[in-house]
Each structure stands twice: as structure tokens, then as C-alpha cells.
């Protein structure tokens, strides 16, 4: 598709699981963001990639999170050992470029349940 | 701390009324601001944004926006809404404090417009 595809859409699981949310970027898009909304929140930053790497990871809340784009197209947003406290929509976003293009566009999100 | 703050959290308007949504951020130095929607079921997606140049920027749908530096806000206005318009608006910065590979959401409001 033309757009930012998320998946899965929504993912209910138990607390101490493991959950593993993709994110397929726009084609040729070299940047690619990942974004935590809870409830009543607006988007909070988790973790950029300019290309395969990890630019800035200075978001993600502890050592349960981890995030890979390993050939520089598709991320992986992995989240260890879940807690309820985790439930939100994770939204990924990419751009043409991560300098100050302005212009993210956003998937529509994988809500994830914790329970 | 830094912030960007949306003080209305849910607005309601009839059809043909005029709208602005505040907008105020607390971030120094140079910023790149931005107005994204989220329609119902859809993914967030840009509407305007300010960079530098002539303060009042017009985006998509008939909205506008309007950056006053000294009083640090960005307010959006639409003067005559549309049943259409009725979305989550959330305000974003970002600029020399936050990187430029990173934007800092507001909490959003909720606009609701009766027919």
C-alpha cells in the first residue's frame, strides 16, 4: 500500500509475555519513528531510525523495549516481560528524510492490551 | 518542564462557528511547530506547519494557524467549521532544544461539531 502499515492492529496479551509490533515504512522513506499513545494522551517519542540504526532511543522507558530495523525498511518494536501499564496504541511514523522534514506520516497504530 | 500544552480538551461547535485551539509550548531557542488530525478511524495526519518565515500559516481544510514568539503559542483557527472537522487536533513542536528528529506532542483536543 501507499501508506504506513502497522500490524498487528490490536494485540491482546497476558502481563510477563512477549510482544513483537511491525511497522512498514512508506517505500523510501529512510526515516522511521515509533510513537506510545495512551489513553488521553497525545503521541510520546520512543525511538527514531535513519536507516538501520537507532538515531536517538532516548524514549523508550526501560530495558523492556527494544526496536530493530535491520535492512533499513521494515521495524520491529519488541517489548519484553509486558505490564499493564504498557497498554496503549504504539504508532509508527516515517519520513523521507529524519532532518527537520516536518512532515511524519503516521500508521494507524497497534493497540496493545495487557492484562 | 518542557512542554507543549493544549488547554481546551474537548470543544464543541454547531456548524458555521468559528474555531481556535490554543497552543503553548515551553521549549527555548528556534522550534518548528505543526497542527496534525486524526479524523475518527484514521491515522494522525498533518494538517499545517510553521518553520520560519510570514508567522500566519495556512493549511489544508481552511484552517489556519498563527505563531506569536512572544507569547511562545501557536493557536489554530478555522473561521467556519465544517461536521467534517469534527477530530482530535494535537499541537507538536520541535527545534533546537528537542532535535529536530523528534516531535513533542500535545495532550490534544477532542472538537466536536454538530450538524
Known amino acids: 500500500g501507499a501508506g504506513v502499515s502497522q500490524t498487528p492492529s490490536n494485540k491482546v496479551t497476558e502481563k510477563g509475555k512477549y510482544v513483537e509490533l511491525r511497522c512498514d515504512p512508506i517505500?523510501?522513506?529512510?526515516?522511521l519513528y515509533w510513537y506510545r499513545q495512551s489513553l488521553g494522551q497525545g503521541p510520546e517519542f520512543l525511538i527514531y531510525f535513519q536507516g538501520t540504526g537507532a538515531a536517538d532511543d532516548s524514549g523508550l522507558p526501560n530495558d523492556r523495549f527494544f526496536a530493530v530495523r535491520p535492512e533499513g525498511s521494515v521495524s520491529t518494536l519488541k517489548i519484553q516481560r509486558t505490564e499493564r501499564g504498557d497498554s496503549a496504541v504504539y504508532l509508527c511514523a516515517s519520513s523521507v528524510s529524519g532532518e527537520n522534514t516536518g512532515e511524519l506520516f503516521f500508521g494507524e497504530g497497534s493497540r496493545l492490551t495487557v492484562l | 518542564a518542557q512542554s507543549v500544552s493544549q488547554h481546551n480538551h474537548h470543544v464543541i461547535l454547531s456548524e458555521a462557528a468559528s474555531l481556535e485551539l490554543g497552543c503553548n509550548y515551553s521549549?527555548?531557542?528556534?522550534?518548528?511547530l505543526f497542527w496534525y488530525v486524526q479524523y475518527p478511524g484514521q491515522h494522525l495526519q498533518l494538517l499545517l506547519k510553521?518553520?520560519?518565515?510570514?508567522?500566519l500559516v495556512k493549511g489544508i481544510k481552511g484552517f489556519e494557524a498563527e505563531f506569536i514568539k512572544s507569547k511562545f503559542s501557536f493557536n489554530l483557527r478555522k473561521p467556519s467549521v465544517q461536521w467534517s472537522d469534527t477530530a482530535e487536533y494535537f499541537c507538536?513542536?520541535?527545534?533546537?532544544?528537542?532535535?529536530?528528529?523528534?516531535?513533542?506532542f500535545g495532550t490534544g483536543t477532542r472538537l466536536t461539531v454538530i450538524p
Open positions: 517505500s523510501g522513506h529512510t526515516a
Open positions: 521549549y527555548g531557542g528556534t522550534v518548528n
Open positions: 507538536a513542536v520541535n527545534g533546537e532544544e528537542t532535535g529536530a528528529n523528534n516531535l513533542f
Open positions: 510553521y518553520f520560519s518565515g510570514d508567522p
